[in-house]
């Protein structure tokens, strides 16, 4: 069959639904739930003419269903990542490991936390190498940062246990993976604290926010007193809370308003919904891909039960391929995309050139031990693989139509274009 890039008729006569997993499930639910808010006239969470406690029924939900004790709504997931690096202690004269393959707000977090990142380099999982820790690993280092990439669990065991061994504290970057389970567990309930994003792009969303969970105490009270301006209301919720004399500390304004509560609640009652949908539709694609593209190579997967489907990565010979493969996908109504157009994080020129918009850029400027610098390419599998794994959004709202069209689609471009 004739490519449609080179004229042919393309595989279907429309452009794929837009991929915004939450946004495009909104309906009744979140309308009622938000209208209640402005009825009550009681959009903040601590205190109001009529308090519907969206926020804190969230958290119960949330806390409830990722078996975990403590959660706490904030604005966003580059909040819930300050606020997380904040917990744990981590600030000036320390650095942090991120992985190359992540978005900007994850070392951007780092840096506004006052922390300085450096980047671990990437397996056939996309997902970080735990055994690329040790290399970027030294007594500088005073945590680790991994992140499930587009619905893809990560290798805990193995990261657990090279954190464990060194005494380091585990951040979890759920953003892109809201429901991701690794060997029955909820990923973001794994390590010492997990942050997620209910951001327009992520799987569930309110437009934006973000949460923390984490299981200790000290660590949820120090998130809790910076998400809001050092304060630690609620004391009798939790039943923790020290003394403000000795605890207190200067803070930011991180909290979650109850519309986005309100929307969210609603939200994370569908997210079961979602995943299981866009993981049979995963599914159903891939298993024709591999009966009819047999050479067509994917993301390697760290618990096979563990992902939830919400995109499709392929990997691709080279960089050259990946880019013509994509381009005739478009042509056949099939919107495929490298992730961060194909480049670590640390190509982005904010983190390249260690800029912020402090005095002498701020916090680069430690003096650290053993100095940090982005410019000598230091993850090569990361600048090869993200160049050349292609990634199929999978909406939940694709029909079996859809399903057939995609795989028909893939199968031709695959075979058309001989790579
Ligand atoms: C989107 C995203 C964030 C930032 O989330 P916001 O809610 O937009 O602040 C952080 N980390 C990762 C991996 C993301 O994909």
Not at 36 to 63: C, K, T, W
Not at 327 to 346: D, F, Q, R, S
Request: aromatic fraction near 8%; proline fraction near 6%.
């Amino acid at each position: 069959m004739k490519l449609a890039i080179e004229g042919g008729t393309p595989s279907r006569s429309a452009p794929l639904p837009p991929n915004y997993p939450g946004a495009v499930m909104m309906g009744t639910e979140e309308e009622e739930s938000v209208s209640r808010i402005i009825r009550a006239h009681s959009p903040f969470r601590y205190y109001g003419p009529a308090m519907q406690n969206a926020v804190q029924r969230l958290e119960d939900a949330m806390s409830g269903e990722l078996g975990i004790p403590y959660v706490l709504g904030v604005s966003s997931c580059t909040a819930a990542l300050i606020v997380a690096l904040k917990a744990l202690g981590i600030g000036y004269g320390d650095k942090v490991i991120v992985p190359a393959n992540t978005f900007m707000a994850t070392a951007g977090a780092v840096v506004c936390s006052h922390a300085v990142p450096v980047f671990a380099d990437v397996d056939d999982s996309l997902n970080v190498d735990p055994g690329d820790l040790e290399r970027v690993y030294d007594e500088e280092v005073k945590a680790i940062i991994v992140v499930p990439i587009l619905g893809n669990p990560c290798d805990m065991d193995a990261i657990m246990a090279f954190a464990r061994e060194r005494g380091l504290p585990v951040i979890e970057d759920v953003a892109q993976s809201c429901g991701v389970r690794y060997k029955g567990q909820y990923a973001g309930t794994i390590g010492d604290i997990g942050t997620f994003s209910f951001q327009m792009n992520k799987i569930i969303t309110a437009g934006e926010g973000g949460a923390v969970v984490t299981r200790n105490p000290a660590a949820f009270e120090r998130a809790v007193r910076y998400h809001d301006q050092g304060l630690f209301r609620q004391k009798d919720r939790y039943g923790l809370g020290s003394d403000e004399e000795e605890n207190a500390m200067v803070g930011q304004n991180y909290r979650m308003s109850e519309l986005a509560g309100a929307v969210l609640l609603e939200q994370w009652n569908k997210l079961d919904a979602i995943n299981a949908r866009t993981r049979a539709s995963h599914d159903a694609i891939q298993r024709v891909l591999k009966e009819k593209a047999p050479g067509l190579r994917y993301r390697k997967v760290a618990d096979p039960d563990g992902y939830i489907g919400s995109n499709l990565g392929m990997i691709l010979p080279d960089g050259e391929a990946a880019a013509r493969f994509v381009a005739a996908l478009e042509a056949e109504n099939i919107g495929t995309h490298l992730l961060y157009g194909g480049k670590p994080v640390y190509r982005n020129p904010q983190i390249y050139h260690q800029r912020t918009a402090e005095k002498d850029n701020f916090p680069f400027n430690y003096p650290f031990r053993r100095p940090v610098s982005y410019k000598d390419q230091p993850c090569p599998r990361a600048e090869d693989l993200m160049a050349r794994t292609v990634y199929l959004p999978v909406s939940p709202l694709l029909t079996e139509r859809d399903l057939e069209e995609i795989a028909e689609g893939i199968v031709k471009v695959y075979s058309g274009l001989r790579i």
